[in-house]
T-cell receptor, first 115, second 109 residues
Framework: DVKVTQSSRYLVKRTGEKVFLECVQDMDHENMFWYRQDPGLGLRLIYFSYDVKMKEKGDIPEGYSVSREKKERFSLILESASTNQTSMYLC??????????????FGEGSRLTVL | AQRVTQPEKLLSVFKGAPVELKCNYSYSGSPELFWYVQYSRQRLQLLLRHISRESIKGFTADLNKGETSFHLKKPFAQEEDSAMYYCALAYSSASKIIFGSGTRLSIRP
């Protein structure tokens, strides 16, 4: 059973703080993704990674960065949190389309509130 | 640019009635399309994918390349179908996957 684990379920931070969201998957998936989920806007792709140390911008990368030093771990970093980054953040992983079905496996989500 | 559009934010139907959740996509290449579902207090999970041409929990979805649509259908809705449904498009060799804005399906008893 694929497991995607997000280290923090709930976080409250202050404007300007640096925030780290961690995600670990245990199925040796090549691809990892960070989305934010907002009512009425659905899931918007922030960044994704198709290999260690490789990353590509999604649709809303501004204000975020990512790190993938190991295959199983994908971190989302907010260098200076702002109130408009208050959201639910979802991490996901998948095999490549070439090697698998492209199905995404999601974590439980990290709800971030920036005051 | 690639895009997934779900025009309905909320769809409310009676139990036993047919359901159709609309999804349209914009992509010039050959799309890989999915429906994901999120039940209350559960993780987002795959419901079905177009390449499998399968029926899951009574739901089916047919890819119509002419209309660039991938609507999700079920002939007889059940209360347990109440959930948030997202249509998703996978593309590029790097397996980039984008989602629509979602449709909340509410089944009335």
């Amino acid at each position: 059973d694929v497991k995607v684990t997000q280290s923090s379920r709930y976080l409250v931070k202050r404007t300007g703080e640096k925030v780290f969201l961690e995600c670990v998957q245990d199925m040796d998936h090549e691809n990892m993704f960070w989305y934010r989920q907002d009512p009425g806007l659905g899931l918007r792709l922030i960044y994704f990674s198709y290999d260690v140390k490789m990353k590509e911008k999604g649709d809303i990368p501004e204000g975020y960065s990512v790190s993938r030093e190991k295959k199983e771990r994908f971190s989302l970093i907010l260098e200076s949190a702002s109130t408009n980054q208050t959201s639910m953040y979802l991490c996901a992983s998948s095999l490549s389309l070439a090697g698998g079905t492209g199905e995404l496996f999601f974590g439980e989500g990290s709800r971030l509130t920036v005051l | 640019a690639q895009r997934v559009t779900q025009p309905e934010k909320l769809l409310s139907v009676f139990k036993g009635a047919p359901v159709e959740l609309k999804c349209n996509y914009s992509y010039s290449g050959s799309p890989e399309l999915f429906w994901y579902v999120q039940y209350s207090r559960q993780r987002l999970q795959l419901l079905l994918r177009h390449i499998s041409r399968e029926s899951i929990k009574g739901f089916t979805a047919d890819l119509n390349k002419g209309e660039t649509s991938f609507h999700l259908k079920k002939p007889f809705a059940q209360e347990e179908d109440s959930a948030m449904y997202y249509c998703a498009l996978a593309y590029s060799s790097a397996s980039k996957i984008i989602f629509g804005s979602g449709t909340r399906l509410s089944i009335r008893p």
